[in-house]
């Protein structure tokens, strides 16, 4: 990745296509320096550290995060607490290599500075070897260490002298004091207090083990603390009727002919009808098998005739195969392709509400068809893994990126029904903003879908859109010219290509798209002007110059097309009209053998090139 | 791109599959896929980083040699030969006199200096790895786990690489760990075939020697008799990604830290877990036998919201504790109630997408302030970090100054913070590195470099550069500590170790156009932790190399310890980043 950042400035589409590349393989079940052992370093007194991280055992392979320090046992040295990504996600490590050495403990309490004396500082000198701790509140990474500072003195039985600092700057020194004992330091007072231990020995003594993490399973019944929304679809089933989402509850079923688990569910949901029925749910069981010439997989169709099912079944079009394949890949951060059985519960507000994958009983589909009715909140409650509390309600994540994955599927009305969604969540236009530059692009990627879909209309009302969200895109204006020029809004279509070409001079093809277009609107000169920009910007495109040329022919300049169209029939000597435009300024130059064989290369390429044919008899017919 | 030598027991248990079926071929191959596309970017053996497909060869070598080496008093010859040279020579593995340079409790530690006595072939490389077994009581399990760490190709097929050898056994009624580093030089001109050993040099040499236990895990007797320790805490990420909505915050990062501290005011300090989205944050009272009791429901404080970290303190010196969380949506400050449940929200402060929290009394009027760290999360739109290694374009991070009754402002730009403040922050810590008597404040920054406001009469000023702690490089943690019993505070920075990083960055072919400055940053940006002694001018010397403490691997939040009671501070390094179910790493 980083060899693909840009060194200054903003961000590339490669570096940005790594960033998601990375974080695609990640959801996909990629490590990335994973199984890495916990580094433990011991400070060997000369200025360098020995690695003790397998021989103190340390080294868990876990995905550590943060750890927290803090004499959990009262023994006289450091416990660790440690923050885990992975199981367990949390570990106590008791600490035994201080026991054979002795230490003193303070808690600081503030009088004149705050309560907790955040910011002090203690010195401890034992002889020669002095030792600092200090009072902070957050340290290391995400953590809190203990509130207690804790000095390891070996063996000696009396520190020789204490300072602490207060954070406003006032000192208090104590001397000659007993160690092996906790003190608290109360701000302003003679003496340290010493503190009776809390802890029983059974603190010191507790059992050690290996904690087995619980297996991961593919499997699960994931429910949707946010509802998201779908898009219209409907699909046909075997029966020929059409089913739609919305309206009812429905439950659509992804299965196969040859996987057993579909197959149980699928009989046991026949065998309990009743129970999900009475929920007021209608099922659609569609097989993933791929159709045969009836348009119906013949193992299916074997297996149902023999199940008769109380629920309807059809095929799995791509459309559908496609769009619940994606929406599965972003209702979780773990991202699989599909597999079988795969389900979803979809409410009457064609929203979807629980993913199952694997088998899901009929019993299960009662209870929660049950609470498809609930309101948002109440049913984001009883849609959580565990029972807590929120501050803030879920919003709707992943809805740009389902768009995207809709959008390379071709699904064009999908995946701009989830663009919308998400573009909802940003709020008002902000020009410069990366997610509204994000946003821009967006909207433009799907207008070049409908346009070359030829639905311009589509387009053009997205790009409008877009260009209010980043209105320094050339590409979201030259898109925006095109699809203007396509619905033959010429003179709004020349204002848009005027202002791609403003910001990216380079743009050849809008300045090509602009030219021929003030060509139809009689403006030959600005015309012109448009087309020797599209051949500086791109000397190898015949295109401009067969276009350039035709204009200055349309305008009486033979001389001035004449090189014009030379250039054309270099770079795309098989393009007729290039060779006919050629032989015509040929022949007004009065290059009389030169305007026949170009004209008769033209009639070679396209012998129905009328104009060649006429200006041909025409030459010949002249002596 | 390295296999770990030997997957370490526990932690990634096999995903259980069994209940589902691939889609069919040819209906799966019909969906789109971008993948390939984009994979194009990342790989670096896509890239052409000839040495990365070398480091997977080579990587292959080394594991096959750790195998052989279970055994190390019957190391099979015949075995090793495959992965030599025929014309192969080595030094000594393990030098014959080793020098004790600390020796406490159950804990010693021998270094020493490899001679130059040669040994040839497969018979005199077994002599030696018999040699370098000899630290194992016989019959021992030993385990090799290997690093490589820089890659030289010297043409015709010769390449030269370092790698860090970790082995490590049980001795008596402790452990033995030997830490190498070798020099290892390959043959590699046959195609379609593994490198093969020409030489092996060790450079450096340690051996720690445990006679008892030091660090033991009693996490289950402290907390299995709660039941969140079997439904939450013993599922790890990767499966709570697999069946918690992405919309309550669940994701594969979990950047969710802990915090001690005495919440009950029983004298006993407890223990509070943050938790990604959707699973509740943990309160778990600490009891006098050791064990902890979950009360978070109970207490109030069971917040679904994507927790990064919590502060225990004494916001308004009252003498009861407040909590103060940093979640995605923002900073969430509660206060002891009177009824049940024990806590009620006090304060919510605007700010989301916090991550480390760190607490002082910056204007000293007895009250804390709270200083938050931002990174990106997807609330907060602020594009990638560019350029990669001296971001300075992501959210701001902020000082929040406590008005009393837990009300706050935002002092930020008043006091001069706001400069080099988009710096994709994870860590800050307040000491008085120049022992003015004010706080100053070091934020470990993650694309490039670091902050270190000097606190200069209640202003502050970024003076990372003149001081020497820019540590230009991936920070993940910051921790303050005096390791050489100076008195004076010296500084631990986190930072990510990534071998491919060393290994690729020192190649020609990585960004040719760079100059020799910018390629440094980016070299320097995978070299590791940081270790930066305090001069007493104000200014501070990068003693990494010296002091054996750059290697934390993937680090996270290292901190100043002390462990065996000696009184001076030891190191503890949290490190990994992301393990699946996936062997082969990215």
Redesign the interface.
Known sequence: ???????????TL?????????N????E??????????????????????????????????????????D??DD???D????????????????????????IALLLR?T?????A??S?V??R?GE????Q?R?????????????L?????QAERVDELVVRW???SEQRFRDVATGTRYTLVQGEQALKP?TP???A???G?????????????????????RRPLPEMSITDTAGRTHSLGGRPLLVNFW?S??S??IAELNAWNTESETWRKSGLAILALS???PEAGGVPGAARTLMQRLEPSYSWGT?S?AW??TF?VLQR?????QD??????SFLIDAQRRLAYVY???VSAAQLATDVATLALDDEAFARA??????????A?????MVDIAG?LF??QRLDEASFYLELGLAALGAPTPG????QRAAAALTKLAGGYLEAKRPAEAVARLERAVSHDASNASSWFTLGEARARLNQKLPAIEALRRATELDAGLAAAWLRLGALLNETNEPAAAIEALRSATRAAPDDGRAWFTLGGTYLAQHAPADALPCFRKSTELQPQHALSWTGLGTCLAFAGDKPGALQALRRALELDPQDQRAKAMLEQLQSTR | MIA?LF??????????????????A???S???D??E???K??D?KL?GWDTEAFNSAAGAQISALGKLLHDPAHVDTAALAPLLASDFSCGPLRPEELTQ??A????R?L?GTPGSRSLVGAEGFARALRELGGAYEAGADV?L?SKIVSVDDHGAGRLACNALI?M?GDSGP????Q?SDWTIEWDWSESGKPPRMLSVCCTRY?E???S????????????GANA?W?????????????????????????????????VDG????D?Y???G?????KLFL?Q????ARDQ??EW?V????ET???????LD???TNELVLS?A??V?VMRRASGKPDFE?AR?LPFPGG???????VD?D???DL?VCRYAT?NL????P????DANNGPSNALFRNKGELEFEDVTAKLGLDHNNRRFS???????YDDD?D?DLYV?NDFGRNNLYRNENGRFRDVAGEAGVEDISAG????????????K?DIYV?N?F?SA?QR??YQRA??P??DAA?RGQ?QR?ARGNSLF?NRGDGSFED?TL????G?????????F??????????????????????????
């Open positions: 990745m980083p060899s693909q950042s840009p060194l200054t400035g903003s961000t490669e570096y940005s296509q790594a960033w998601a590349a990375t695609r393989l990640i959801r079940g990629k490590s990335w320096s994973g199984r890495e052992p916990n580094t433990l370093y011991l400070n060997a007194g000369d200025r360098s550290f020995a690695d003790i991280s397998f021989a103190s055992g340390a080294a868990f392979p876990d995905d550590a995060r943060a750890v927290a320090p803090v959990w046992d006289g040295d450091l660790f607490w440690v923050a885990n990504r992975t199981a367990p996600k949390v570990r106590y490590l008791r600490n035994d290599a201080g026991n054979s050495s002795r230490s503030g004149k500075v705050n309560r907790d955040v910011g500082r010195d401890v034992v070897q002095r030792q600092v200090l902070q509140a957050g340290n290391g990474y995400l953590a809190q260490k203990t509130a207690w804790t000095f390891g003195v070996g954070p406003d700057g503190v809390r802890s029983t059974a603190a010191r507790l059992a050690v083990s290996e904690p087995k993490a619980v297996a991961p399973t593919s499997a699960a019944r994931i429910a949707l603390v946010k196969t040859t996987c688990n579909c993933v098998e791929a799995a791509d195969l496609h394949n972003w209702i979780v951060d773990r392709e599909m597999r079988v059985p795969t994958r694997g088998p849609a959580q893994a565990l029972p807590g509390r929120r501050a803030h879920a919003g709707l994540p992943g994955e390379d599927g903003e990366p997610l509204h | 770990p997957v370490l027991v526990c932690c990634a248990p096999p995903v259980q599959d069994g209940r589902l079926t691939p889609l069919p040819e209906r799966a019909a969906l789109p971008k993948l596309g984009e994979m970017n990342l670096p890239e340079v600390f406490s409790g159950v804990l530690v270094r385990h786990k970790m490590w402790g452990v033995t760990q830490t340690e720690s020697i445990t008892g236990a030091i660090l033991s895990d009693c996490s289950e007797a402290v907390l969140a079997k439904q939450h805490l013993l599922r790890g990420t990767d499966d709570w990604c697999r069946r918690i909505d992405l919309a309550a915050g669940m994701n594969q990062y979990a950047h969710n830290g802990l915090a001690i501290g005495d029983d004298g006993l300090e223990l877990l943050c938790q989205g959707g699973l509740p944050n600490h006098p036998d050791g064990t978070s429901a109030g069971d917040w679904l919201d990064m970290a919590a502060l225990i303190l004494d010196n009252d003498g979640t949506s923002g969430l929200l919510e991550y480390s929290l760190a607490a002082a009394d000293g007895t009250r804390l200083y997807a739109p602020n594009g990638l560019t350029p990669y290694h994870f860590a800050a810590e307040w000491a008085d008597g706080l470990a993940m943690g910051v921790s303050f500590g005096d390791y050489d019993g100076d008195a505070l986190s990510m990534s990083g690729i960055a990585f960004q156009a760079l910018v980016f940006h002694r003693v010296e002091s054996h403490v290697m934390g691997r993937w680090a996270w939040g290292s901190q310890v002390e462990l065996d009671g000696d009184g001076r501070p030891d190191l503890f390094i949290p490190n990994g980043f992301i393990t699946n179910e996936d062997n082969e790493d990215l």
